[in-house]
């Protein structure tokens, strides 16, 4: 009987232990979920959303904001504080509680920390983590000139690459170099970038564009094949060096009945239009060195059959009207 009552004084006690622990166990969750929620906002609202800061969303941009542009504002658990909207005409955004928050002429992340100050000195949240999130930029957009179909200024909706915004303008025209420079707002060296010919070239070089870039878009170096050849007109220089030649070779050669021994070549000096000779008929019998071509030179190959003079007036009419091709 002794033994008996002995067990049960045990198990008792035992199991007032036991109550005791889980008695600590729930009283420090209780802490640790009151220590949580003290950064949270008192109000309605029971949703909460990721911390924007910890997936990455802050922006890190240095472009300003300005009126007109759309912005996403996110509140770390908070989701009936987060707004979005467009910048209003006097450079402030609505917001609930806090009202309107200039932020026209600052940074995503200058916009953020002033937001957050706000909310703190207005007493609406303990601990704010703000994350703006710029999705249109309308106050700058993005100027394309030179020889693109349609130059103008394109809007800086979204991210832009350089060739989305060569196709928003129409593409190149004939006359296009095979370079574009571009411009950026708050730097004093524009960058020069080669229009590649293959695939691999246009993903390497289809850099990203920003609100304020200008795009310019030269014109090429042209030579004018006319007279007798296969196929006259206006040959477009690329990055290699052009030569007569190569630019009769792209115009189909001297056609039948061509005086390739009166081919002469017009190019524009300081002190006006010089006539210089071109030995063609020893240059296709490789019996002279080739001869290098300038932009705006003529080569004039004349026919045999027909009595034509070297005329300047005449042969720069005709450059001025004639098809342009580019060199293979």
């Known amino acids: 009987m002794n033994r008996l009552s002995n067990s049960v004084s045990d198990l008792l006690k035992l199991a007032f232990v036991l109550f005791g622990l889980g008695i600590q166990v729930i009283s420090g969750q209780s802490d640790s979920l009151r220590r949580v929620s003290e950064h949270n906002y008192a109000g309605p609202g029971d949703a909460q959303t990721p911390n924007p800061r910890q997936m990455g969303g802050a922006s890190t941009s240095s472009l300003l904001i300005g009126t007109g542009d759309e912005v996403e504002v996110a509140i770390y658990d908070a989701p009936d504080l987060s707004v979005h909207g467009r910048v209003g005409a006097d450079g402030t955004i609505s917001m609930p509680l806090i009202g309107y928050v200039p932020i026209a002429g600052l940074t995503s992340s200058q ?75 708050d730097s004093e060296h524009p960058r020069t970038v080669e229009l590649p010919r293959d695939a691999d070239g246009l993903s390497r070089l289809n850099v990203e564009l920003l609100p304020g870039d200008t795009v310019i878009v030269p014109k090429a170096g042209i030579v004018y094949v006319l007279g007798a050849v296969n196929k006259p007109g206006g040959y477009v220089l690329n990055s290699e060096a052009g030569t007569v030649l190569r630019v009769l070779a792209a115009a189909g050669g001297p056609s039948q009945g061509a005086a390739v021994g009166g ?66």
């Open 111 to 185: 916009a953020e920390a002033s937001i957050e100050e706000r909310l703190l000195r207005e007493k609406v949240l303990n601990n704010p983590q703000v994350s703006v999130y710029v999705k249109e930029y309308t106050g700058s957009g993005i100027s394309v000139t030179g020889e693109v179909s349609k130059p103008g200024v394109y809007s800086a909706l979204g991210p832009h690459r350089l060739f989305d915004i060569l196709q928003d303008a129409g593409g190149l025209t004939d006359r296009a170099s095979d370079s574009v420079i571009i411009s950026h707002r």
């Open 263 to 328: 081919t002469k070549m017009l190019r524009r000096t300081p002190a006006g239009l010089q006539e210089l000779p071109v030995p063609l008929k020893k240059l296709l019998h490789a019996k002279a060195m080739d001869i290098p071509v300038q932009a705006d030179d003529i080569v004039f190959v004349p026919n045999s059959r027909l009595k034509q003079v070297l005329n300047a007036g005449t042969l720069a009419t005709t450059a001025s009207t004639a098809a342009i091709y580019r060199l293979p």
